[in-house]
């Protein structure tokens, strides 16, 4: 059994070639220069395009990652589907391969669906993955999701399944909700993860765990920082430059966004190609967002080094 | 090319054993009831629980039926993923199967993602899969994808690939929005399938091709029958017939409804399980159901004769 991963954590993006297929050694460059900045590898998340991708596709990714040599230790997989079968596979994959743990979303097709069904869509995952290693984290993203996972299911997993189901990652935005999850559970052992890294001097002194954030796809050494010494003198300084860089990238557009500007700042312009339904960002709002980052004195130290050999 | 698959469809109930796993010889069994009573095979709906199936499962059903006999000019799988690449794969081995059409949800995993990375989608699997033979039938239920399929994008898909994009079914239940597609596309060769029969002596006259709906699980001839002679004497009898069975159906548990009610009229009491996060019909609402068929003389002609051998 690995430590629970905590700290600042990545959901880490995907690079595609032009045709739209898996640049592999770009995501492994990718994640290497993340772990060598102080970041876990929350992969296959939201940010990532995971659920436009196919499981093969995941596992092929996952493989690649452990081959180059990045620790097991630093990833929490994204296994959630809509798919309970995919779920279990990508679930089963992950425990054998040693990760610290698996971020679950709920199955997102049908609306509307209660928490009874959404336990059994956990509970059976537990039992056909029948692992001790299983570590769950429930992923909480309603406004993409549309099925919320309630602080009523989190009860009723946690009392059947207390060495499983060890924590969440609330996307969510409300700072209510995710005060109420550390409010009831974090004290037990239940590691609360937000979404952004703005909320972490706020949620740290509560019990949270780290963020797990689509800016420390960028910005991992900051969030680090951050996340490392915000009960220090340096705290309200490292908080509020997190917060300029991440007010940057905040919009709808985030994923084109962020992969706009790995671009820029490798030199690969692939860097900027999006599966769709995702649409690249238009040259005006990539000029509009680069002179904003330029204007705050944004960096990405080792970055383009990173992808020289990939 | 086959020819246009038109009628009264059923998005085909996915039958799985107690342990959730599929249940091969009982589907054959199934859709070949539904054939012989007239229906089309729109297996991998919404009410087939597609999305909870993995596509190795999906390709295995398809593959199973194509070798039972059961002939592929009956068939429009669903191919519609959240995944590109799962789509991609779907749609080609449909294609391969000589299946008379793709019923294709969007890309339902982001929200608000706009025409032109929805665009971007089906093109991309269009120049994928290369094929003369593909006819792509849209799928817009809104309530449960919250993605739309709009009358503009409609437009520019069918304007790009008028040969290829054939068709839409409208699960929305708003006739308005039906009709609307009816008025805008059905003189040039788009099919329109609404996705309910007591929509058809409405929507037959206005040029739409049938309907893919739940109930054809179950009253496949009613609704044939009603398709057939909706324009005749008998017409306005017909969907009444079919309306009165349709209204005992309609509830947010339709799904496991339908599935409880093959479990009795087949002898197997495996046919009421579900995938979560679906949750098999309460004992209560089943007997209510089962009350209510009988009141209204509800009978399935031969269904428990099929699952003999099964």
């Known amino acids: ?15 595609f070639r032009a045709d739209l297929e898996l640049d592999v050694p770009r995501f492994i460059a990718h994640c290497r220069w993340l772990v060598d900045n102080g970041a876990g590898l929350a992969i296959f998340g939201t940010n990532s395009e995971a659920n436009s991708m196919s499981v093969d596709e995941r596992l092929r990714l996952a493989d690649a990652l452990l081959e180059a040599g990045i620790p097991a230790a630093k990833m929490m997989p994204g296994t959630g589907a809509s798919s309970i079968a ?7 994959h992950a425990v054998k391969s040693g990760a610290a743990g698996v971020l679950m979303l709920p199955p997102f097709y049908y609306k509307g669906v209660g928490d009874t069904g959404l336990f059994d869509y956990y509970a059976h995952v537990v039992d056909k993955v029948a692992s001790e290693d299983l570590r769950i984290y429930l992923y909480h993203i309603p406004q993409v999701t549309q099925v919320p996972i309630t602080l009523a299911l989190v009860e009723m997993l946690r009392k059947r399944f207390p060495k499983t189901v ?3 990652k609330d996307s969510s935005g409300n700072w209510d909700n995710t005060k109420a999850m550390l409010d009831h559970f ?14 972490l001097s706020q949620a740290l002194p509560l019990g949270a765990a780290g963020c797990i954030s689509a800016t420390v796809n960028l910005n991992p050494a900051g969030i680090r920082a951050l996340y490392e010494r915000w009960n220090t003198p340096e705290g309200p300084q490292l908080q509020a430059r997190a917060d300029v860089i991440r007010k940057i990238f905040q919009s709808p557009n985030m994923i084109p966004a962020m992969k706009r500007v790995a671009a820029e700042f490798s030199g690969h312009a692939d860097w900027a190609v999006v599966r769709p339904p995702l649409v690249r960002l238009d040259e005006d709002a990539a000029a509009r967002l680069l002179r904003e980052l330029e204007a705050a004195g944004f960096d990405m130290p080792g970055f383009a080094q990173s992808f020289q050999s990939s």
Chains 1, 2 share one sequence.
């Open 166 to 168: 060890v924590g969440a």
């Open 86 to 92: 995919d779920a279990v596979t990508l679930t089963r």
């Open 1 to 15: 059994m690995t430590q629970r991963l905590k700290g600042a954590l990545a959901p880490v993006l995907t690079p």
């Open 186 to 199: 974090a004290k037990d052992g239940f590691d609360v993860f937000p979404a952004s890294e703005s909320l």
